[in-house]
């Protein structure tokens, strides 16, 4: 295996093997403390453009499912239609796998996809650092290939646009009540826990105009990058929030982007949350979940308007992790209901909006 550097903006640098595409890349390095789901992370839009540092030293272990579709065309085992991480950074790499449910190994899945992957690399002091430091850009350069150095933006790049749908696609269609899902970059099992409760979900790009479409509830997905950079999202939202007081349920990036179109500001968070075990309370009661997250950026609760609260709160830094309305059916969550992979504690919140429609 070649011989790779991480080197960081700080100047900071990490010496490893390679086990994936053997390509010098660039992006905001970024770290994610959960044990189990390279699969489903790696695929996951909110991914795009960064590296991702897994915490848990032994990856690999358990492979790569298939890359097969479901008769809607979305992928059975997968969060999106392909890797949408840049690059992948973890301690130590098995080649060797079991699991009832694989295909393949990660190191060829990864060099199918073009997606570097790194092993070798002490990713505690990595952690550590991003920790102290805050996330920063980083790249992954080979030792014996110097004069190919790549650079890469982060703040300032709209990623939704980058990683949203481009057309109207239809789901579960004649289902009955429909659902209007704008795409920041969604996970498949977003619309598989809609489609799931008997919905029809109609997926549509993140700055489409939808309030002239006939449709029963609004639902708002995750998504990479900053929030900021979605200005045309928001507009459209205010003005759906102006016509009619339909249901409006958000996830992730939704529910930053829902806090906007309410007059909030969001800020970045100095390392973000990537992992399966953020604690969050239900604000009001002592009721705890244990949340799946992936994000960078968080709303800013004290500049909600009057007619909004906080419905949820992290528990380790009092961040936010959910805003409601305190008249119309409008609610979001900072974390992943959906898990995939994850805990599962806070699905309901898609029983609630889809009792609410």
Not at 41 to 59: H, K, N
Not at 226 to 250: F, L, N, T
Request: hydrophobic content about 35%; proline content about 5%.
């Amino acid at each position: 295996m070649r011989k790779v550097t991480l080197v960081l903006d700080d100047g900071t640098e990490f010496h490893g093997t390679s086990f994936g595409y053997e390509s010098p890349v660039a992006g905001e390095v970024v770290f994610n403390t959960a044990m189990t789901g390279y699969p489903e992370s790696l695929t996951d839009p909110s991914y795009a453009g960064q590296l991702m540092v897994l915490t848990y030293p032994l990856v690999g272990n358990y492979g790569v499912p298939p890359f097969s579709l479901r008769p809607d065309g979305m992928a059975t085992f997968m969060e999106s239609d392909k890797i949408y991480a840049s690059g992948i950074i973890v301690a130590d790499y098995s080649e060797q796998y079991s699991h009832w449910n694989a295909c393949e190994c990660l190191g060829d899945w990864l060099k199918r996809e073009k997606v570097p992957g790194i092993t070798g690399i002490d990713t505690r002091e990595l952690t550590k650092i991003l920790r102290e430091h805050g996330v920063m850009m980083g790249r992954i350069l080979f030792d014996d290939q110097p004069a190919d150095i790549p650079s890469a933006e982060y703040e300032g790049v709209n990623f939704v646009d980058k990683v949203s749908c481009k057309n109207v696609v239809r789901y579960n269609e004649g289902a009955g009540r429909k659902v209007v899902l704008v795409d920041c970059g969604v996970k498949n099992n977003i619309i598989r826990c809609l489609v799931n409760r008997g919905v029809e979900v109609i997926r549509v790009p993140w700055n489409y105009d939808y309030t002239t479409l006939e449709y029963d509830g609004l639902f708002l997905s995750n998504g990479p990058g900053d929030p900021d950079m979605c200005d045309e999202a928001v507009q459209i939202i205010r003005k759906q929030m102006a016509m009619s007081r339909k249901p409006i349920c958000g996830i992730c990036m939704g529910n930053q982007l829902l806090a906007k179109a309410a007059g909030a500001t969001i800020y970045k968070l100095k390392y973000g949350h990537r992992s399966h075990n953020q604690p969050v309370r239900l604000v009001g009661t002592e009721k705890c979940y244990v949340t799946s997250q992936n994000h960078g950026y968080a709303v800013d609760a004290t500049t909600l308007g009057a007619e909004w609260k906080e419905l949820f709160v992290n528990m380790n830094d009092g961040s936010n992790e959910g805003i409601c309305h305190v008249q119309n059916q409008w609610f979001s969550c900072q974390f992943h209901p959906e898990a995939c992979s994850g805990p599962t504690d806070t699905e309901f919140i898609f029983d609630r909006f889809v009792d609410v429609l």
